[in-house]
Nanobody, 122 residues
Framework: QLQASGGGLVQAGGSLRPSCAAS????????MGWFRQAPGKAREFVAS????????YYANSIKGRFTISRDNAKNTVYLQINSLKPEDTAVYYC?????????????????WGQGTQVTVSS
């Protein structure tokens, strides 16, 4: 089970760090990813991270502003978002994949959190 939190309302240029806590003892075996869905738009890939945390993969549209990380001791994955823009407004979802490679395809992810709302005002 995945529980996302840490979203909120922030002004453009600000920062947020959503997190996603996983239950169970197998968290470290999963590739973790973040996706987002803006109103009226399809869900899109944001970032993913390997089970060890040593490798990460980002969507081109957000490179440089977003950083994904994980703490396997706490069963938690984070998404640091800096220099927020109004177009970053979306529900952010975390997801877990048992695949051995990082993926930007939502079909590769088996488990999904409920999402956390990020709203950026201009």
């Amino acid at each position: 089970q995945l529980q996302a939190s840490g979203g909120g309302l922030v002004q453009a240029g600000g920062s947020l760090r959503p997190s996603c806590a996983a239950s169970g003892s197998t968290f470290r075996r999963y590739v973790m990813g973040w996706f987002r869905q803006a109103p009226g738009k399809a869900r899109e890939f944001v970032a993913s991270i390997s089970w060890s945390g040593g490798t990460s993969y980002y969507a081109n549209s957000i490179k440089g502003r977003f950083t994904i990380s994980r703490d396997n001791a706490k069963n938690t994955v984070y998404l640091q978002i800096n220099s927020l823009k109004p177009e970053d407004t979306a529900v952010y979802y975390c997801a877990a994949s048992s695949s051995t490679y990082l993926s930007g395809s939502s079909s590769q992810y088996t488990y999904w959190g409920q999402g956390t709302q990020v709203t950026v005002s201009s």
